[in-house]
T-cell receptor
Framework: KAGVTQTPRYLIKTRGQQVTLSCSPI?????VSWYQQTPGQGLQFLFE???????NKGNFPGRFSGRQFSNSRSEMNVSTLELGDSALYLC?????????????FGPGTRLTVT | GENVEQHPSTLSVQEGDSAVIKCTYS??????FPWYKQELGKGPQLIID?????GEKKDQRIAVTLNKTAKHFSLHITETQPEDSAVYFC???????????FGKGTRLSVIA
C-alpha cells in the first residue's frame, strides 16, 4: 500500500498570507489527523477528521482550520500567517475501526513564514 | 487531559549496547501506547505499540514494557546499530481515544 502523502513538501509564505496544505491518507483509512511540530513545543495535535466530520480539535486559534473530502483526502488551512506558524505540519492517517488506534504519518510539509 | 513525560531527552550509547527510554502518562484511562522513530527530514514512523491488556511486547531488537499501576512504559533497544540513531517519541491517546499526546522526544545517538 502507498503511504501517506503530503503536498507541498516545502512552502515559504509571508506574514499575513494564508496557506493550504494537502494530505492523502493510506487507502482505506478514514481518519486523518493533523499535527504541528516545532523544536520548542514538540508535536501538538491540531484536529482530526473522520468521514468528513471533525471529531477532535486541539488548542489552536481559529486561524487554523481543516476539512476532509469524501475520498478521505484532507486539507488544512492557516489564515493570516504569523512568524510563529513556521513549523513542520504532519498528517497522520488511521483506520479507526475495531478499536484500532494506529496512526501513520506522512513526511510533512515544512512551512516557513517570513 | 493526558500529559506524557519522556526521559532522557538525549541518549548516547556505544554500538552493540542497549538503550532504554522511559515515559510516564497521567490519564489512567489511556489504553494504547505507541513509539515512533523520526529520522531527519522524515515524518515519525510507528515502530512498536502496546495495549493496556499486555505487559510486554517484542519485535526483534525492540521491546516495549508497560506498567499500568505506575503509569509508565519504556522502549528497549538491544544490540544498537548506527541506523538506530534518530529521535524517538512515545505517545498516549487522550482518555483512550485518539488523538495522541506526544512526549518531547529522545535524541538517540549510537556511536560506532
Amino acid at each position: 500500500k502507498a503511504g501517506v502523502t503530503q503536498t507541498p513538501r516545502y512552502l515559504i509564505k509571508t506574514r499575513g498570507q494564508q496557506v493550504t496544505l494537502s494530505c492523502s491518507p493510506i487507502s482505506g483509512h478514514r481518519s486523518v489527523s493533523w499535527y504541528q511540530q516545532t523544536p520548542g513545543q514538540g508535536l501538538q495535535f491540531l484536529f482530526e477528521y473522520f468521514s468528513e466530520t471533525q471529531r477532535n480539535k486541539g488548542n489552536f486559534p481559529g486561524r487554523f482550520s481543516g476539512r476532509q473530502f469524501s475520498n478521505s483526502r484532507s486539507e488544512m488551512n492557516v489564515s493570516t500567517l504569523e512568524l510563529g506558524d513556521s513549523a513542520l505540519y504532519l498528517c497522520a492517517s488511521s483506520p479507526r475501526t475495531g478499536g484500532s488506534y494506529e496512526q501513520y504519518f506522512g513526511p510533512g510539509t515544512r512551512l516557513t513564514v517570513t | 487531559g493526558e500529559n506524557v513525560e519522556q526521559h532522557p531527552s538525549t541518549l548516547s550509547v556505544q554500538e552493540g549496547d542497549s538503550a532504554v527510554i522511559k515515559c510516564t502518562y497521567s490519564d489512567s484511562a489511556s489504553n494504547y501506547f505507541p513509539w515512533y522513530k523520526q529520522e531527519l527530514g522524515k515524518g515519525p514512523q510507528l515502530i512498536i505499540d502496546i495495549r493496556s491488556n499486555v505487559g510486554e511486547k517484542k519485535d526483534q531488537r525492540i521491546a516495549v514494557t508497560l506498567n499500568k499501576t505506575a503509569k509508565h512504559f519504556s522502549l528497549h533497544i538491544t544490540e544498537t546499530q548506527p541506523e538506530d540513531s534518530a529521535v524517538y517519541f512515545c505517545a498516549a491517546p487522550i482518555s483512550g481515544n485518539t488523538p495522541l499526546v506526544f512526549g518531547k522526544g529522545t535524541r538517540l545517538s549510537v556511536i560506532a
